[in-house]
């Protein structure tokens, strides 16, 4: 069994690809995350510069991944104008856990290499120098040099990404 799938540590081909491309990184472990905005602050990084990764199905059949910060969401009819289709709609858990299987569900890495499809990024993660995103465990997160990580990954950019209202500004419209 992989060291991911046990929980125990983060998925060695993810290190292995950093190392590989001499992308300067670091390793984070923190108590157990299931969301991005969870795993920034467990990280204690900025939520803004902790990339929440979606993955996607075309109209026209293909996969991808979508690359956003953990404060937004998705913007599905956006997304389906970057890539030129009718529609796109997120994958099912189970989907998406084939993309990477030997790392925990919904800890796959925006690393086009490891997932075998397109990873297409939201320009809002461009504006951050050092990125983190979680290392195939719900327990390890891995901040990276993200001018790095986008050259050697070969990543798209687009705008498809909406800031999330909080919480508290959902209460205070009534």
Request: proline share 6%.
């Amino acid at each position: 069994m992989d060291t991911a799938e046990a929980g125990t540590g983060p998925y060695p081909a993810i290190i292995d690809w950093l190392q590989g491309h001499r992308v300067e990184y670091e390793i984070h472990e923190h108590p157990r995350a299931f969301t991005a905005s969870e795993t920034a602050n467990a990280e204690g990084v900025e939520p803004t510069s902790f990339a929440k990764v979606v993955g996607v199905r075309t109209s026209d059949g293909r996969t991808a991944l979508a690359v956003l910060d953990a404060t937004d969401q998705v913007e599905l009819g956006e997304l389906a104008k970057e890539l030129g289709v009718a529609w796109v709609a997120l994958l099912g858990e189970a989907d998406f856990g084939a993309l990477a299987p030997r790392c925990e569900v919904g800890t796959a890495p925006p690393i086009p290499a490891l997932v075998n499809v397109p990873v297409y990024v939201d320009e809002a993660v461009r504006a951050d120098p050092k990125i983190s995103f979680a290392a195939g465990s719900h327990r390890h997160s891995v901040r990276v040099d993200g001018a790095a990580w986008e050259r050697e990954a070969g990543v798209g950019y687009g705008k498809f990404a909406v800031r999330r209202r909080s919480m508290r500004s959902l209460a205070e419209r009534g």
